[in-house]
């Protein structure tokens, strides 16, 4: 889910999805309320372990930190350098996420295909949007947290992909969390001249709100998700499956990047000196090209890791 979580157009909410931990992993953020903060307040931390599922939201926050600081790095390399091949394994993931959700989905109603309908229209429609410059002002950063987090608690609305759209992408997953990863090395090696650096102190008070904007964000969906599966179930995962479907506009993956430029033709850079992405240039594949049909394999591995991913869902959780 970290890796998703910081790819562009991907969501780590899929992950859960199809996994079959989705709903455990909302109700358990749900628990993080001001009965927890109670529990915690007086002391009872044995009873606010199990009252907010500890076990549970332990192992996936450490999962999002260690694969956001160790797989995904490597993630962000192979995009660079192979970006067809990674987004075309990225397509076939969420191409089958689609199918296998929609196969275990027998609410197929008037009412419910036009749900599926927006929700698909949302999210072709946020693939179509012209990003935003970068912004620091911390209220808007505050904002960028709980709008991004939606990567992870809704499947297939990517939370990456809207900061981009905020064009805060470089500041808030980049530059910010650079500057975190080398004030811990820094502190390890006994080094605090950071601590008089007011770009990179700048940097970590960003990252500090845009954390908080995310966990005020987490929990204010976690409520509103949980209320909605109780009471809407299936109108909710019609969305979703619209949401997930709309998302495969966004990981295609025969696409240049578009960059802003000056009247003279320059790339314009955000305040890292990073070009300042504008859109992406959709085309079709030359299929009497070698590469073409190498990235048409990753579509069907991606697609048979989501059919191992449903088939151990299947296993841990069977109906």
Sequence with gaps: MGTANKVPGVSGGVVAYVAGFYEEFI??????????????????FKTFYEYINGRFLSLIILGEVLSY???????DVLIKNY??????????????????????YDAWTRKNIMILAIGTAIGVGTSLLDPATDNTNLFFVFFCGMVSISGMTLPGLSGSFILILLGNYVLLLVDSINA???????VVQWDFSWW????????????????????????????????????YRNETNAMIIGFITGSLGVVWPWKKEI?????????????????????????????????????IGLIFAGFLIVYLI???GQQANPA
């Design 69 to 75: 600081f160790t797989v995904s790095k490597g993630f």
């Design 180 to 186: 975190f990863f080398d004030t811990m090395v820094a």
């Design 196 to 231: 008089n650096d007011p770009i990179h102190m700048d940097l970590l008070a960003i990252l500090g709100v845009f954390l908080l904007g995310s966990f005020v964000g987490l929990i204010s969906l976690s409520h509103l998700l949980g209320w909605t599966f109780k009471h």
């Design 259 to 295: 960059y802003t430029t000056d009247i003279a033709g320059n790339y314009m850079t955000d305040a890292s000196g990073n070009p300042i992405l504008e859109n992406y240039s959709r085309y079709w594949p030359d299929l009497t090209a070698l590469h073409t049909w190498l990235a």
């Design 310 to 312: 449903d088939k151990y």
């Design 83 to 104: 970006p067809i091949l990674v987004w075309s394994a990225f397509f076939g993931m969420i191409l089958g996420s689609v199918y296998y959700i929609s196969r275990g």
């Design 27 to 44: 109700y358990s953020f749900q628990k993080l309320n001001l009965k927890a903060l109670k529990l915690l307040f007086n002391g009872r």
